[in-house]
């Protein structure tokens, strides 16, 4: 009888409409439910019920290393005019070891709203990150 095993995070891909993909590092996929308080003044119990509200989704996180030519991220970035910028949809895939996805993120809409350089160090010895933080409207997560 063979072992079923959790996942590893370490194998994913990213899909955005850009030209280049590859990020080591992707957070934030989560979704809450907010709750409304209610309570009617009639009301024999002394608390407020709770009913399920709109729905919040957390920014998106992805990290990658920089390389030479590439600033793409920062034109995005820098894309917003008179309160538009280009959207785009993200697909995220947590792969198994055929690198066919098994658990598929799908992000709606997403623009960025920050991204940020590496932390240079005279005396660092690791690869220059960039981090970008994408808003968005909407996650939905599919089991294949």
């Known amino acids: ?3 079923t095993y959790p996942l590893p995070v370490f194998h994913f891909q990213v899909e955005w409409g850009g030209s280049r993909i590859g990020f080591t ?3 934030g996929l989560s979704i809450e439910t907010q709750a409304i308080e209610y309570r009617e003044g009639n ?4 608390h407020k ?3 399920p509200g709109m729905q919040q989704f957390s920014n998106i996180s992805l990290k990658r290393g920089i390389t030479k030519g590439d600033n793409e991220l920062f034109q995005w970035l820098n894309s ?3 309160n538009t910028i280009e959207r785009r949809d ?3 895939s947590l792969l198994n070891e055929n690198h066919e996805p098994v658990v598929v ?3 709606k809409n997403a623009w960025p709203t920050k991204v940020e350089g590496p932390t240079l160090n005279s005396t660092g010895n690791e690869v220059a990150i960039e981090h970008a933080e994408l808003a968005h409207e909407g996650l939905s997560v599919e089991f294949t």
Do not use: D, N, Q, R
Request: net charge neutral; proline share 5%.
């Open 25 to 27: 590092e992707v957070s």
């Open 80 to 82: 917003v005019s008179l």
């Open 43 to 46: 009301s024999p119990e002394y």
């Open 105 to 107: 993120w799908k992000i």
């Open 90 to 92: 993200l697909t995220i």
């Open 1 to 3: 009888m063979a072992t």
């Open 49 to 51: 019920i709770k009913m």
